[in-house]
């Protein structure tokens, strides 16, 4: 049993669609990041949420701390092909030692 | 980027084989991780280090050792290698431990156990 569900697994719009990713626990996390990770590569980290209700904006992703620190969602405004490849939400319960949610796949057409 | 190498970056191994895997890096981050990345169930933290000769068990870390001897130098070995142990293993690293600290991943080592 996953302890972070992502939705949706896969994801394919074409550019210039809006679209948001889910991240969903029953637990509490500290603090909640979000990963974007290309074929072939390591994950890299593009942002952290730390409080409750927070809301960060990084250009056209708009990411978002649930109130209860359960949840978090991400929100991409107008994607673009170069905004393909897998997304990961990671939840921090003590320290660096991470959960990771399976991930979702997103893929935009041009 | 940060300075991070994994080796191989691919390897093909045999069921009962030991295997191991290394991770380097040129950051000076005291804190170095293996995970393990497999189709649904996203990426899982198999051992982690937070000093030379100080290591400690993530949530699979069963079939799996590590050692670190020096500050630079992270090793994840499959003492007997199963089919069950096929997967992509990231190492990772980062200056602390806090909460708020970024993860910086390697590119990956492909490992398949025939």
């Known amino acids: 049993t996953q302890l972070l569900e992502q939705s949706p697994q896969f994801l394919s719009i074409q550019e210039g669609e809006n679209l948001t990713v889910y991240c969903n626990s029953s637990?509490?996390?500290?603090?909640l990041q979000w990963y974007r990770q290309e074929p072939g590569e390591g994950p890299v980290l593009l942002v952290t949420?730390?409080?409750?209700?927070e809301v960060k904006k990084l250009k056209r992703l708009t990411f978002q701390f649930g109130d209860a620190r359960k949840d978090s969602s991400l929100h991409i405004t107008a994607a673009q092909p170069g905004d393909t490849g897998l997304y990961l939400c990671?939840?921090?319960?003590?320290?660096?030692?991470?959960?990771f949610g399976a991930g979702t796949i997103l893929r935009v057409k041009s | 980027d940060a300075g991070i190498t994994q080796s191989p970056r691919h390897k093909v191994t045999e069921t009962g084989t030991p295997v191991t895997l290394r991770c380097h890096q040129t950051?000076?981050?005291?804190?170095m991780y293996w995970y393990r990345q497999d189709p649904g169930h996203g990426l899982r933290l198999i051992h982690y280090?937070?000093?030379?000769?100080?290591?400690d068990k993530g949530e699979v870390s069963d079939g799996y050792s590590v050692s670190r001897s020096k500050t630079e130098d992270f090793l994840l070995t499959l003492e007997s290698a199963t089919s069950s142990q096929t997967s992509v293993y990231f190492c990772?690293?980062?200056?602390?431990?806090?909460?708020?600290?970024?993860?910086?991943f390697g590119s990956g080592t492909q490992l398949s156990v025939l």
């Open positions: 990772a690293i980062s200056p602390g431990f806090g909460t708020n600290e970024k993860l910086f």
């Open positions: 637990s509490v996390f500290s603090s």
């Open positions: 949420v730390v409080t409750g209700g």
């Open positions: 990671a939840g921090a319960r003590y320290g660096n030692k991470l959960v």
């Open positions: 950051e000076n981050h005291r804190y």
């Open positions: 280090s937070y000093g030379v000769k100080d290591t």
